[in-house]
T-cell receptor, first 114, second 113 residues
Framework: GEDVEQSLFLSVREGDSSVINCTYTDSSSTYLYWYKQEPGAGLQLLTYIFSNMDMKQDQRLTVLLNKKDKHLSLRIADTQTGDSAIYFCAESGDDTGTASKLTFGTGTRLQVTL | KAGVTQTPRYLIKTRGQQVTLSCSPISGHRSVSWYQQTPGQGLQFLFEYFSETQRNKGNFPGRFSGRQFSNSRSEMNVSTLELGDSALYLC????????????FGDGTRLSIL
């Protein structure tokens, strides 16, 4: 079955870049996603990448995909205190072929210090 | 454009009771998925509805059920509540569900006493 792994915690200084890593097992994943969750809130879709792409940039966010190693990363440039949250990596894919089921990683808690 | 709306935000129930949670998707979205989030198990997929039909299902017991109405709004029902059902229940909507980004609501936090 699908499995997604992330490191649990990352601490960075304000202004530095943050890199959050994720590995997944399902080679048939079509899309890979990054979500952000702040305390008491739901999941906010940050960005996503199609499996035939290597990189996607969206303002301060850069997603890198190494399909051979099944490795996904999210880089946040100029990290701010408002970026403190839990970040989830997710892959889409299921037996029905609709890819409507997301499998999430455990989440990485990003702490931004002054 | 309004986001995904879930009601209620908080619920307290006792063991053995049943509960119904509601989700209104983003206007125009026809696929609605439900997820359970707990500290121990993380985020787990419950089921997905499209055009009033359950199209995909996770590994949860039959006590967990759902339905979707013709306006794409969805409800999720849990019967015979157990302490382990305490969780944040998240609803997500997408245009068609087929490799479409899913947008989440703020969830319903269910506490079982």
């Amino acid at each position: 079955g699908e499995d997604v792994e992330q490191s649990l915690f990352l601490s960075v200084r304000e202004g530095d870049s943050s890199v959050i890593n994720c590995t997944y097992t399902d080679s048939s994943s079509t899309y890979l996603y990054w979500y952000k969750q702040e305390p008491g809130a739901g999941l906010q879709l940050l960005t996503y990448i199609f499996s035939n792409m290597d990189m996607k940039q969206d303002q301060r966010l850069t997603v890198l995909l190494n399909k051979k190693d099944k490795h996904l990363s999210l880089r946040i440039a100029d990290t701010q205190t408002g970026d403190s949250a839990i970040y989830f990596c997710a892959e889409s894919g299921d037996d029905t072929g609709t890819a409507s089921k997301l499998t999430f990683g455990t989440g990485t808690r990003l702490q931004v210090t002054l | 454009k309004a986001g995904v709306t879930q009601t209620p935000r908080y619920l307290i129930k006792t063991r053995g009771q049943q509960v119904t949670l509601s989700c209104s998707p983003i206007s125009g979205h026809r696929s609605v998925s439900w997820y359970q989030q707990t500290p121990g198990q993380g985020l787990q997929f419950l089921f997905e509805y499209f055009s009033e039909t359950q199209r995909n299902k996770g590994n949860f017991p039959g006590r967990f059920s759902g339905r979707q109405f013709s306006n794409s709004r969805s409800e999720m029902n849990v019967s015979t509540l157990e302490l382990g059902d305490s969780a944040l229940y998240l609803c997500a909507s997408s245009l068609t569900g087929n490799n479409q980004p899913q947008h989440f609501g703020d969830g319903t936090r269910l506490s079982i006493l």
